[in-house]
């Protein structure tokens, strides 16, 4: 899957989803819309007539996506995992990653494929799944039904969606090192103003989420704070740091810098009702994990999830809109952008008629 030039900028402020911090999560300055590699997402779930299942999950693409993702699977746990490295017709490694469960009839299925980390499995990519054995007089049925949680985006990426798309309007393709003073300046304010305006979104999510919630004034003081400590961000040398391939550590270090500041912002307010500091905490705890939720999606809108669906018997109905079943095999392909907002769910029945 193919990046733009912008893309790429904020790809080298990326941090990995797996050691972010509370400080790093809270304010990566207009470095973590981090659009990585594609990466591909293929599950497979074979149900055997007695009801016992099988799913293999594998994870394709850069190393770094797959192992610092999401889906990191329980070590130790119930998965067996494997991982295979190899190199693409580009000469890039690929490392294809392959976790394999088996589900006794009746037992749950797993619901996230984030392993022992609490945080990270509330903020990953969740669904349920139900299968069914429906004895009949002309036989038995199956039936299977997913349901990929909704992601929350509109909320924080409308207004990321639409920065981007002006700034594409305005440059296209045209590559950062081609670019005059003024236009690079003009990318740095643009990356300035996306992460503003994500970390106001998150912050009011967080706000909402606290006990007790902000009150108005409260919320107002908050977002004025955290634009204010943006706007203290030097376009100039933004654009030192972007053009230089050795500044991975003073980028790291400005982050801390404006972390710092947001946090000292966020607790001047807050903690002027509360003399202990905990809604400032609650604040910066919930922020964090909003931070974390939003950086998953983001990193799902990259990646080509496909699902196949191995049932005994003859698929008699489903919801799949790729491809007809063959026999008791059906199969679904849909984009990480396909969670937005709304659950995906996925269907599909078989029949066994009795011998």
């Known amino acids: 899957m193919g990046k733009n030039h912008l893309d790429t900028l904020l790809e080298k402020l990326a941090m990995p989803i797996s050691q ?131 992601r929350a985006w509109a909320e924080v990426g409308y207004f990321r969606t639409k920065l981007m798309e002006e700034h594409a309007t305005r440059f296209g393709d045209k590559d950062f090192e081609d670019m005059d003073r003024d236009e690079r300046l003009e990318v740095a304010r643009t990356l300035i103003n996306v992460e503003s305006t994500k970390t106001v979104a998150l912050s009011q999510k967080a706000a909402r989420a606290i006990q007790p919630r902000l009150n108005q004034l409260e919320w107002l003081a908050v977002r004025q704070g955290i634009s204010q400590a943006f706007e203290n961000i030097d376009p100039a040398r933004m654009v030192e740091l972007l053009g230089s391939p050795d500044s991975g550590a003073e980028i790291q270090a400005q982050v801390r810098l404006i972390s710092e500041e947001i946090e000292r912002r966020i607790a001047g307010i807050l903690d002027n009702e509360d003399a202990t500091g905990g809604r400032t905490q609650a604040f910066l705890q919930q922020l964090e994990f909003q931070r974390l939720a939003f950086l998953i999606s983001e990193d799902l809108n990259d990646e080509d999830l496909e699902f196949t669906l191995k049932l005994p018997g003859t698929i008699v109905g489903h919801n799949s809109l790729n491809e007809a079943p063959e026999g008791g095999s059906i199969s679904w392909a849909f984009g990480g952008g396909a969670l937005h907002d709304r659950d995906h769910v996925l269907m599909a029945s078989s029949f066994v008629p009795h011998d």
């Open 20 to 150: 972010l911090s509370i400080k790093q999560t809270i304010v990566l300055t207009a470095a973590l819309l981090a659009a990585t590699g594609c990466l591909k997402r293929r599950e497979t779930i074979q149900v055997q007539p007695d009801g016992w299942s099988r799913i293999v999950v594998e994870l394709d693409g850069d190393p770094q996506d797959v192992m610092e993702g999401d889906a990191s699977f329980a070590d130790p746990g119930p998965w067996s995992v494997d991982d295979e490295f190899r190199t693409n017709n580009d000469g890039e490694q690929q490392l294809c990653r392959t976790a394999i469960l088996d589900i006794a009839p009746g037992a749950p299925f797993p619901t996230h494929y984030a392993g022992n980390d609490e945080e990270l499995s509330k903020a990953s990519l969740t669904m349920t799944t139900e299968l069914t054995l429906e004895q009949r007089p002309d036989g038995t049925y199956y039936h299977f039904k997913r349901v990929y949680h909704r």
